[in-house]
Nanobody, 126 residues
Framework: QVQLVESGGGLVQAGDSLTLTCVAS????????MAWFRQTPGKGRELVAG????????HYADSVKGRFTISRNNAKNTAYLQMNSLKPEDTASYYC???????????????????WGQGTQVTVAS
């Protein structure tokens, strides 16, 4: 059974940094695309950043370009989201997602991800 566990969320001030971590267990994920999504109450999930299976291809939402960095360590079955210069509008629950598709690039559609973590809350105070 595949399990994704996120950590690293918290309450920070505007301008601060946080690093979110997603650890996958139950299978290796080195051949699978991953992503970070976020969601605020009353809204759907938004793709924040995606990364291909190899780590070469990356995609960022316009709202986080230049501030967030997605990366992965396939040897550790771990993905990261480094978040710098945080803004109050970054406040959300952040979810790690894993696709079962093999050897593809960045996947943009939420429905194409098969496994999800439980989420970690990020709150940015102004």
């Amino acid at each position: 059974q595949v399990q994704l566990v996120e950590s690293g969320g918290g309450l920070v001030q505007a301008g601060d940094s946080l690093t979110l971590t997603c650890v996958a267990s139950g299978r290796t994920f080195s051949s699978n695309s991953m992503a970070w999504f976020r969601q605020t109450p009353g809204k759907g999930r938004e793709l924040v950043a995606g990364i291909s299976w190899s780590g070469v291809q990356k995609h960022y939402a316009d709202s986080v370009k230049g501030r967030f960095t997605i990366s992965r360590n396939n040897a550790k079955n771990t993905a990261y989201l480094q978040m710098n210069s945080l803004k109050p509008e970054d406040t959300a629950s952040y979810y790690c997602a894993l696709s079962s598709q093999l050897f593809v690039g960045v996947i943009f559609q939420e429905n194409d991800y098969d496994y999800w973590g439980q989420g970690t809350q990020v709150t940015v105070a102004s």
